[in-house]
């Protein structure tokens, strides 16, 4: 097992060092402290995973994008603080295939990297409630087959498309907007059927990417704990 450890933060890079070639069979190959690094590593050792903390200095969710369109073959384990329900969608929409938080236990991220090492998913506790809290099944996650066709929403559509997107309820969004919560769940029926799409998931998705929203507007926002 052929590792990159993508942090800024020397620290956190040494400890998940002696971590990982303590509990596991792996090679570090190489240390990354941003993307031009992480790129040219990649390109010279090449992994099987890295291990990255997207939200550090000289990283971004846009550098899993761009080496994840260049080479499909290296797994990302994203490794972060905590982080909104939206700015998790969108890492693993931009090719993140398992997410764990900084602050689990050693075994559940030794865990998560063998289990992604094996072309599993893995995803601590805590990032599965922050994403079921806002209605989100990664098993219903289905980035292949969402469209960028243009639809035609109304105004009051896309104003309910932002706050979905941001993870409000509809209880919430009924009483923001001023409706009942009957109307907004209409709303979110015919905006569904508009869109194309099954759940919660594929709305925040077509709000990123027609930039009704901005994933840097959640990057480092509160977690919906």
Request: aromatic letters at 6%; one cysteine or more; hydrophobic letters at 45%.
């Amino acid at each position: 097992m052929n590792v990159i450890l993508a942090d800024s933060n020397d620290l956190i890079r040494i400890g998940l060092r002696a971590i990982l070639m303590a509990e596991l069979n792996v090679t570090i190959v190489g240390e990354a402290r941003n993307e031009k690094e992480l790129i040219d590593q990649l390109k010279t050792f090449g992994a099987s995973i890295v291990l990255i903390d997207f939200t550090s200095d000289g990283f971004s969710i846009d550098s899993i994008q761009r080496i994840s369109a260049k080479d499909k073959s290296t797994k990302f384990l994203a490794l972060t603080a905590a982080q909104s329900a939206q700015t998790l969608v969108d890492a693993l929409r931009s090719g993140v295939t398992s997410y764990v938080k900084k602050d689990c236990d050693l075994v559940e991220i030794v865990n998560a990297v063998r289990e992604t090492n094996r072309g599993n998913k893995f995803f601590c506790g805590q990032i599965l409630e922050t994403i079921q809290r806002a209605n989100i099944d990664v098993n219903d996650l289905d980035f292949e087959s969402f469209s960028c066709e243009p639809v035609v929403l109304s105004e009051r559509e896309n104003e309910i498309i932002v706050l979905i997107a941001e993870g409000q309820t509809n209880e919430l969004i009924a009483e923001q907007l001023f409706l009942s919560k009957h109307t907004v769940n209409t709303h979110r029926k015919n905006i569904m059927a508009k869109l194309g799409v099954k759940n919660t998931a594929g709305i925040v998705m077509y709000a990123v990417k027609t930039d009704l929203v901005s994933p840097n507007k959640f990057l480092f926002a509160p977690s919906l704990n």
